[in-house]
């Protein structure tokens, strides 16, 4: 059986640190209003492959370079889509939705519906649990 010649780990390391840069190259010119400075794009997802890389030779062994290598773009692949935003360009045609804080009671006032001339006012307290006071922390800021 034909064995494929063994490559040393540096041009795994530099391989896989290539395709991570060409991947979030690809991103920055696909994505750009999505993504943050194009310089922390292009850093991440060079050591994330690197990581992935390097990674995937320790665990699969040598001789496994194919494999090596798509570990890696699935590293910075994953990596980059974390640095994603969310809602940073609305598709074209679409709004984004604005909902009150509360709901609209009678009158137009907001909050609890049937509370006219509360908005701005919290949430009705429910029987039985206790409301922190305003202006006080709760228990749950440390020791006392």
Not at 112 to 127: D, F, I, L, N
């Amino acid at each position: 059986m034909l064995e494929a010649p063994e490559v040393p780990v540096i041009w795994e390391a530099i391989g896989s640190a290539a395709l991570g840069l060409l991947l979030a190259h690809a991103a920055t010119r696909r994505l750009p209003g999505r993504l943050p400075h194009r310089a922390l794009v292009l850093s991440t997802g060079a050591v994330a492959a690197l990581l992935g890389g390097v990674v995937s030779a320790v665990v699969l062994g040598p001789g496994r370079l194919a494999v090596s290598l798509l570990c890696a773009l699935a590293v910075s692949a994953a990596i980059l889509s974390l640095l994603l935003r969310v809602d940073a360009e609305p598709r074209a045609g679409r709004q984004p939705v604005v909902r009150p804080l509360g709901r609209v009671g009678p009158a137009g006032s907001t909050g609890p519906a049937g509370a006219a001339g509360t908005a701005g006012t919290a949430a009705r307290a429910v029987p039985g649990v206790r409301q922190p006071s305003r202006g006080q922390p709760s228990a749950s800021y440390g020791p006392r």
